[in-house]
């Protein structure tokens, strides 16, 4: 049985991860944004063993949720799932002043990993749109360019990979891969998403808790259960400390050592 951290478990794939991973006997923690959120996704899945609360489009948010992680003890595995859409019509700001895309879907799993005590396993949920991101940290917020919907999220996909192979790299005594579930009709992929739903949250509940010599590897990028090709510019390690050195800068915080 292995405890699990699952970000964005109120919907979506997340959810569904729980729900696989508490069929199969493990102790699951379920994140939300609110109360209100975790209330009901704990009354849906009542199995769960708790919940944690944050808004991680904020900094603040993304402490909460570490503080309380840490507080419920360690974990043996986190699933960085939480994300924001890649059809966002404008930029939004947070109230932090950063491009909400970014915070949600690289800062927050970046700081998490900083935060919280390392577990033994973390998955980083990233889209095969990554392959088209731009790994150019030279305005990744989309402060300066007129806004692109898709190409910021793909940018921030990117980024997952970029920071689960940094993490892979540099914690060795941690299993840290990445993961495209495959384009599917969840509320961020809309209901014309062609993939197989069903397949879709079993890759990173494998990852998180599988003892198959095949889940016990780390830094690579899986599509339904089997190693796919990553964008290249997320194995380059310049990239990676880049990457990490922009967001300790952010978050005043370093990923330890
Ligand atoms: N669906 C796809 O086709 C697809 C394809 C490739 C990759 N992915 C990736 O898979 C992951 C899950 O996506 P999904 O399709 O399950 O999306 P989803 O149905 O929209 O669910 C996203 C989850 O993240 C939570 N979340 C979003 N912003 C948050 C915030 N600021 N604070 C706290 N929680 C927040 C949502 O909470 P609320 O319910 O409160 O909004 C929800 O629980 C994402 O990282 C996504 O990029 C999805």
């Not at 939300?32 to 900094?59: C, H, I, N, W």
């Not at 197989?196 to 590897?217: C, G, K, R």
Request: with cysteine; aromatic share 8%.
């Amino acid at each position: 049985m292995s405890r699990v951290l699952i970000t964005g478990s109120s919907d979506g794939l997340g959810f569904m991860a729980a729900r696989l991973l508490v069929a199969d006997g493990h102790s699951v923690t379920l994140h939300a944004r609110s109360q209100a959120r975790a209330d009901d996704t704990r009354a849906a899945l009542p199995e769960a063993d708790g919940a944690v609360v944050g808004d991680l489009s904020t900094l603040a948010g993304m402490r909460q949720v570490a503080e309380q992680a840490d507080a419920s003890g360690r974990f043996d595995a986190i699933i960085h799932n939480a994300g924001v859409g890649y059809r966002e019509v404008r930029r939004v700001e947070t109230p932090d002043g950063l491009g909400q895309v970014f915070a949600v879907n690289v800062l927050a799993p970046y700081l998490l990993t900083c935060l919280i005590d390392r577990p033994d396993r973390l998955v980083y949920l990233s889209s095969g749109m990554h392959r088209g991101g731009n790994p150019d940290l030279d305005d990744p917020q989309w402060a300066r360019r007129r806004w692109n919907g898709a190409q910021a999220y793909s940018d921030s996909k990117l980024f997952d990979v970029v920071l689960a192979f940094a993490v892979a790299r540099l914690w060795p005594d941690v299993l840290a891969n990445a993961v495209t579930p495959g384009w599917v009709p969840t509320k961020m992929g809309g209901p014309g998403a062609p993939d197989d739903m069903s397949l879709a949250p079993v890759t990173q509940a494998w990852l998180a808790v599988s003892t198959d010599p095949a889940a016990m590897v780390s830094g690579d990028y899986f599509y339904h259960q089997q190693p796919a090709d990553p964008h290249p510019a997320a194995r380059e390690i310049p990239v990676q400390d880049e990457l990490l050195s922009y967001c300790a800068g952010l978050a005043e915080v370093e990923l330890p050592r």
